[in-house]
């Protein structure tokens, strides 16, 4: 059907789009869904097929990417889904997430004063876990959303769970772990615990190749995260994978099983905080902060209360004073056991219920006051925050507060979920059509960019210390903090003008942000398709003017050295052309939206989830 959104030949100018459009795109996107204008949009050569190029390989490149773009761009996420010829036949992966691990590296070197030059290489990560399936004909631990046999017995349904719970730590080096970047992960320097006798490629140790004299530099350590407390560490050169943590080597009480694989990072500092998710008779969630200096682990709050659940949960927020978690409504049944039943996340989780609200806790990053604010606000789920910032405008001054500014990608309940299966989005046994047909489950999939505004009292008193004849203090992390001063949802931007996989410039980080850019759902295909920058200010949106078939993945931001503007810099963006099943790395100005350059691959790369780039 006809699309005031873009998606023919590609290559003009951005799409722009303004506030006075949303509800006509929203439903321009609902429309295109109804029509089934995504059963046209090639994408499989992004998920099937893949190969392992260890290279590094020159990739041709064209047009003018910027010298001082110049750097390492990691990137990770699911390659391949299947495995063949094991015990019982193909082994097939029912969704993404569980996809095996595929880590890529691109880096870009000057190649005199107005050139570059780029090289690929990549290396799968699970290797170990495919061997075990072609021996075994299964997986083995836990999963995110690996359908169980459904004619496995009770008893074969127990001993499986009983396996669950007495495998030790260091056998689960085998398991795949694929979600987020992470370079230089602080505390973790003498605990990667299972090295396999490999060792790490020295500090800036320098790629086997040159441009002009240059040498790409490559970062000390390169860890790789996921939803739970695993850490999977890779070689920064050879992305071989040599090292293996949880986090209860950073702290002995961060033993529960479930974390998120976004840990936040503060970008002056440099220490991360995230938090640890231990299940019982209530579910307990322990933020923890982790030095950069010193690599020393200290737990910032305990939180524990009859009424907060064990939950899947993807990203935290940082702000300058804060770390803030929300609980979102995806909640694990049986206290968070169910996993150990089900074998997986999403089975696990209970039926999404309006009444179920998102609990908020505001922690308190410097003077040891734990929680200083809880709340709740309305039933939702998402994947990733986006920022969280601080201001204090004349009513702070005079009540005496901060107001807390929260940005999240959301979504009205837990559908999205399922437009991940493989069969959905590789358009197998009419799964696509049977989701993407259903106008109800199509808004649940749809995007929300929301921005919260939370005003948290500062006259908090300090913790006082507890006399030697105190009576018996509650259990820890059970004191309820007081609620903030207000919450206000300040926006609502709907699909397609915001999407997926959200960035922003990394010098914005805990500040106040204008631009968003994202991955976006147009009703194209069964992934994503189409880049936009959405301005939080005018709402304002640009799309990139990419060819049909082109499906763009997260948009990393590379900021101008000096610039002044805050949309100054480029974004590189690794974009599949399902057509001719080639890759390429797409290099946007970020203020335009307009191609700048790109190094065109000439095979197909898996589309991944998430990078980092490492500067020079």
Partial sequence: MTSTLGNGLGGGDAIVRT??????????????????????????????????????????????????????????????????????GTYRTNHWFDGFAHTHRFDILPDGEDKVKMYYSSRRQADEMIQYIKAYGDRPF?????????????????????????????????ETISVAVVPHFPGLESAAGNLKDRVAAPENT????????????????????????????????????????????????????????????????????????????????????VSAATGETDIL?????????????????????????????????????MIMWQRNVKDSIEPFDKSKKCKWFVVDRHHGKGVVAEFDTDAAFFFHTINAFEERDETDVEKNTTSLFCDVIGYTNLDIIDTLYYDVLLKQDDAHTKFWGDKERVKGAMTHHTRWHIRIQN???????????????????????????????????????????????????????????????????????????????SREVLFWDNPSGHTPGEAIFVPRPGATAEDDGVLLSLVLDGYCENSYLLCLDAKTMKELGRGEIGFAVAFGFHGVHVGE
């Fill in 301 to 337: 709050a305990t939180i524990a209360r009859p009424d907060l659940k064990a939950a899947y949960i993807h990203s935290l927020y940082l702000s300058p004073s804060f770390v803030i978690l929300c609980v979102p409504s995806s909640h694990i049944a049986a206290r968070g056991l």
């Fill in 19 to 88: 506030q006075a459009d949303e509800t006509a795109d929203y439903q321009d996107t609902l429309d295109n869904f109804a029509a089934g204008d995504y059963t046209e949009w090639p994408n499989e050569a992004g998920f099937d097929g893949l190969t392992e190029e260890r290279g590094p390989v020159q990739v041709h490149v064209s047009g003018q990417i910027p010298v001082w773009a110049a750097g390492s761009l990691y990137r990770t996420g699911p390659g391949v889904y299947k495995v063949e010829d094991t015990a019982i």
């Fill in 459 to 537: 006259n908090l008193p300090e913790p006082a210390e507890v006399p030697e004849t105190a009576p018996v203090l509650p259990p820890a992390g059970s004191l309820v903090a007081p609620p903030p001063i207000s919450v206000e949802k300040l926006f609502d931007i709907p699909a397609p003008h915001s999407g997926e996989l959200p960035t922003i410039n990394p010098l914005y980080k805990t500040k106040r942000h204008r631009y968003v850019y994202s991955v976006v759902y147009r009703g194209k295909s069964t992934a994503m398709d189409g880049l936009a920058k959405t301005d939080t200010d």
């Fill in 206 to 289: 320098s790629i086997d190749m040159t441009s002009g004299g240059h040498q790409a530099k490559l970062p000390k350590s390169v860890w790789i995260t996921t939803d739970n407390t695993m850490m999977k560490q890779c070689d920064p050169r050879t992305l071989e994978p040599i090292g293996f943590a949880t986090q209860k080597v950073l702290h002995p009480e961060l033993k529960g099983p479930l974390s998120c694989a976004h840990a936040e990072r503060d970008p002056v500092t440099g220490d991360v905080f995230n938090f640890n998710e231990d299940f019982g008779k209530d579910a307990t969630y322990r933020i923890f902060r």
């Fill in 142 to 174: 836990f999963s995110f959303a690996q359908r169980r046999d459904p004619c496995l017995g009770l008893f074969a349904k127990i001993m499986s769970t009983w396996r669950g719970f007495r495998t030790k730590t260091e056998d689960k080096w085998i």
